[in-house]
T-cell receptor, first 118, second 112 residues
Framework: AQKVTQAQTEISVVEKEDVTLDCVYETRDTTYYLFWYKQPPSGELVFLIRRNSFDEQNEISGRYSWNFQKSTSSFNFTITASQVVDSAVYFCALSEAVSNFGNEKLTFGTGTRLTIIP | DAGITQSPRYKITETGRQVTLMCHQTWSHSYMFWYRQDLGHGLRLIYYSAAADITDKGEVPDGYVVSRSKTENFPLTLESATRSQTSVYFC???????????FGQGTRLTVV
């Protein structure tokens, strides 16, 4: 069974500090996809990034970066120079069985609530 | 409007009543999902559907029923609502296992 663990329940940092959100996953599949979503205080779920299991290159998008390491089954998310607008709940998610139509569940972690203190 | 919409946005119901949450998407996505969000539990999968007339249980299916007679609709029914089903419910859709899911705005359900 697939599983996603976000051990950090809540994190608070002062504005402009860097912060890393951890995500560890479990899967028996060799083909899978990992995702990060943001849920701001308004409640909607916003897609941030998708990464497939064959691409271990790190990705950077502005102040956001993602580190995918298959050796440790981790897909961590770093925000550089944090801002108050980054305050949100962040979810990591796993989709496996991508070649087995009908079984492509999308499993989420419990989320990390990030608070940026001005 | 294009997208995925849930209705109602807010609902208060009494214990024992049947209630149906609606989800409609305009993209013709194959997959649709229902999640519930509770403090400390994140997003837990209730049911999902790979196509019309194909549904399967997720992590927490007890007390819920789904149907999918048309690709664009995926209603979730609480057969006899209980207080433990008070939650925020999110519907989502996507093309397949390799794509991101798009979420509705959520339905806040309170069972009294």
């Amino acid at each position: 069974a697939q599983k996603v663990t976000q051990a950090q329940t809540e994190i608070s940092v002062v504005e402009k500090e860097d912060v890393t959100l951890d995500c560890v996953y479990e899967t028996r599949d060799t083909t899978y996809y990992l995702f990060w979503y943001k849920q701001p205080p308004s409640g909607e779920l916003v897609f941030l990034i998708r990464r497939n299991s064959f691409d271990e290159q790190n990705e950077i998008s502005g102040r956001y970066s993602w580190n995918f390491q298959k050796s440790t089954s981790s897909f961590n998310f770093t925000i550089t120079a944090s801002q108050v607008v980054d305050s949100a709940v962040y979810f990591c998610a796993l989709s496996e069985a991508v070649s087995n139509f009908g079984n492509e569940k999308l499993t989420f972690g419990t989320g990390t609530r990030l608070t940026i203190i001005p | 409007d294009a997208g995925i919409t849930q209705s109602p946005r807010y609902k208060i119901t009494e214990t024992g009543r049947q209630v149906t949450l609606m989800c409609h998407q305009t993209w013709s996505h194959s997959y649709m999902f229902w999640y519930r969000q509770d403090l400390g539990h994140g997003l837990r999968l209730i049911y999902y559907s790979a196509a019309a007339d194909i549904t399967d249980k997720g992590e927490v299916p007890d007390g819920y029923v789904v149907s999918r007679s048309k690709t664009e609709n995926f209603p979730l029914t609480l057969e006899s609502a209980t207080r433990s089903q008070t939650s925020v419910y999110f519907c989502a859709s996507r093309t397949g296992g390799y794509t991101e899911a798009f979420f509705g705005q959520g339905t806040r359900l309170t069972v009294v």
